[in-house]
Structures are given as C-alpha cells and as structure tokens.
C-alpha cells in the first residue's frame, strides 16, 4: 500500500496566473500526470478512468466563490450521472 501523499497551496493571484494553472491541469489531464509542487512539498497525480467532478460557485453579498474538485481511484472507473454541464467564458465590453 502507497504511503499518503498531501499537498495544500494557499495564496492569491492574478487571473493571468489562475489561468496558466487552469491550463497546467488541462494539459496534465490529457498526458495522464499532474503535478503539483511548492517549496513545502510536491506531489504527482495520475488522473485515470472516469473522473468524479464538482463545481460549485457562489455569490454572497460581493464575495465569490468558485470550488472544483476531481477525484477517482487508482485502477477503478467510476459510474457517472446523466446530467451534464456547460462552462462558458462572459462577453465582457
């Protein structure tokens, strides 16, 4: 059995930032290997299978919030709901 690996960053960034990571994990989930690192640790991921996704966005008296999370197991696909979702960038002027 594999030893439990964890990694946690918290910081703030500009959305140029935010969004070179956005694409780091897209390019990771095509190749098959993400990884993650910080001076404090790093950890690799292998995202496989059929992958659970949530997203959950809030907006609370001017305070947004936006979670995702992915997960699956090791060798082992997951079922997946009938519902699907649409994510789309806002015309801004």
Request: proline share 2%; aromatic share 8%; charged share 30%.
């Amino acid at each position: 059995m594999e030893k439990e690996s964890r990694f946690k960053y918290e910081s703030v960034q500009d959305t140029e930032t935010l969004h070179r990571y956005l694409e780091a994990l897209t390019n990771g989930f095509s190749t098959g290997e993400i990884r993650f690192s910080s001076r404090d640790g790093e950890v690799a991921m292998q995202p496989q299978g059929l992958i659970g996704f949530v997203v959950e966005a809030k907006s609370t008296g001017g305070r947004m919030k936006l979670h995702l999370k992915f997960s699956w197991r090791e060798g082992e696909e997951e079922a997946t709901g009938p519902d699907t979702l649409d994510i789309a960038a806002g015309d801004k002027a």
